[in-house]
């Protein structure tokens, strides 16, 4: 039995009619004959000894044989479509395209931006808001990401710092008495974001708190909106410590019952064939800057 590899072009063929679920509408994205394709795939399947399509009204779908390989392809072809745009933008002498959450980017990466130019005068970088739960799309060298490991398979994952979270509020809004008890969080309205429901009840749980009874008075979409309702006095937020430093350190925001460590890390993620030197020198910047 031969051990060679398919032709690239029959993978391709085959790889793009699993994602359409069409040959006319894979040879029209290749730019090839609805002939050619099927050829192509034929000519797979002969080689493999497995069939891979079957018809389905006026397309086709996969078998289980051919649902495992797309699985396949549909990674390589995309690890390849980084890598090569990686390569090509390196050439071309294009920035470094960081990818983290609009909140990170504004409250934390951008009032560090000069600190970064005169620690890495040769790193040029681009910033750029992402979601953080979704794909790293194309274009984008590396992101930021709060998450809890185990890792993806395959993933390059550069682990920066903890998450460390906690209650905070405009200093007007606390009673004066017994300022530090946890019990008077029970007494005030509380913020949170609709990404993070969880973060209350983790916070209540080490403090010894009933979850409960928290009064819960207003969601967020966004982190940067709760952390504004929070400045106003609209309630208390709970925040990672990295995005209020600066509120805490004017003032702005006080942090009385303190912050604890989740599972959570705070991660540089990178495309699964990136092996940009650029990305591992920004990881060793933010590693200094996050544990100072």
């Known amino acids: 039995m031969s051990s060679s590899l398919p032709s690239l072009n029959a993978l391709r063929a085959f790889d793009t009619t699993a994602r359409t679920l069409s040959m006319t509408a894979a040879a029209e994205l290749l730019h090839v004959t609805h002939g050619a394709v099927s050829r192509q795939i034929r000519q797979l399947e002969e080689q493999l000894g497995v069939v891979l399509f079957e018809r389905a009204g006026r397309g086709v779908r996969l078998t289980p044989a051919g649902v495992r390989l797309a699985g396949t392809t549909q990674q390589v072809f995309s690890q390849l479509e980084q890598a090569c745009d990686q390569l090509r933008r390196e050439a071309a002498g294009a920035p470094l395209v960081l990818g983290c959450s609009g ?18 005068p040769d790193l040029e970088l681009h910033l750029t808001a ?39 509020l405009r200093p007007d809004l606390l009673p004066k008495a017994d300022q530090a008890a946890s019990e008077v969080l029970l007494q005030l309205p509380l913020l949170e974001t609709l990404s993070r429901p969880q973060a ?28 504004e309702a929070a400045l106003v006095g609209l309630g208390v937020a709970i925040a990672p410590a990295y995005l209020v430093e600066e509120d805490l350190r004017t003032g702005r925001l006080i942090a009385p019952w303190g912050f604890i ?15 940009d030197p650029r990305a591992r020198q920004l990881a060793d910047w933010l590693k200094r800057m996050l544990n100072q």
């Open 103 to 120: 909140s990170f980017l504004a409250r934390w990466f951008i009032p560090r931006l000069d600190t970064l130019k005169r620690d890495c």
């Open 130 to 168: 992402v979601d953080e739960d979704q794909p790293i799309r194309s274009g984008i060298d590396a992101a930021l990401r709060f998450a809890t490991p185990p890792w993806p398979a395959g993933s390059q994952v550069i682990e920066l710092a903890p998450e460390r979270i906690g209650p905070v």
């Open 200 to 227: 209350w009840p983790q916070w209540c749980r080490q403090q010894g708190l009933d979850s409960t009874r928290l009064n819960i008075a207003q969601s967020f979409e966004h982190l940067n909106f709760m952390l």
């Open 261 to 275: 460590e989740t599972d959570a890390r705070l991660s540089l993620w990178l495309p699964n064939t990136a092996q």
